[in-house]
C-alpha cells in the first residue's frame, strides 16, 4: 500500500501563497496518477487537483483553476501543489492520494491510506 506523508502548510494572509509536497514510499509512483484533495471540519473531504503517470496531463477543480498548479518529481517519489492568489475559502486540511488514473482520483479512489494531511490557514 502506499504511505504518504504531507508537508507545506501554514498561515497565510489573503493572496498569498504556499507550496505543498507530498511524499510517497513505493516503488512504483511513477505508475500512478497522483492527487491533492482538502477537508474542512463537518464537510466531506473534496478533489482538488490530479495529475497523470506522465505528468503531462493535469485536472483542477473549478474553484482553484489559474490559482493552483500540480507537479510531479518522480525521482524524489513527490508530488506538488503550488497555491497562489490564497483565499480564505482554501483554508482546510489538504492531503494526498494516489490512484491508477485522473478519472480514479477525481472519484477519490485511491490507492493509498489517508495521513495526517497539512493545515492550511488562509486570513482575510
Known amino acids: 500500500q502506499v504511505q504518504l506523508v504531507e508537508s507545506g502548510g501554514g498561515l497565510v494572509q489573503s493572496g498569498g501563497s504556499l507550496r505543498l509536497s507530498c511524499a510517497a514510499s513505493?516503488?512504483?509512483?511513477?505508475?500512478?496518477?497522483m492527487g491533492w484533495f482538502r477537508q474542512t471540519p463537518g464537510k466531506e473531504r473534496e478533489f482538488v487537483a490530479a495529475?497523470?503517470?506522465?505528468?503531462?496531463?493535469?485536472y483542477y477543480t473549478d474553484s482553484v483553476k489559474g490559482r493552483f498548479t500540480i507537479s510531479r518529481d518522480d525521482a524524489k517519489s513527490t508530488v506538488y501543489l503550488q497555491m497562489n492568489s490564497l483565499k480564505p475559502g482554501d483554508t482546510a486540511v489538504y492531503y494526498c492520494?494516489?490512484?491508477?488514473?485522473?478519472?480514479?482520483?477525481?472519484?477519490?479512489?485511491?490507492?493509498?491510506?489517508w495521513g495526517q494531511g497539512t493545515q492550511v490557514t488562509v486570513s482575510s
Open positions: 492520494n494516489a490512484g491508477l488514473s485522473i478519472a480514479t482520483v477525481r472519484a477519490s479512489t485511491v490507492l493509498g491510506s
Open positions: 513505493g516503488r512504483t509512483f511513477s505508475r500512478y496518477a
Open positions: 495529475i497523470g503517470w506522465s505528468g503531462g496531463i493535469t
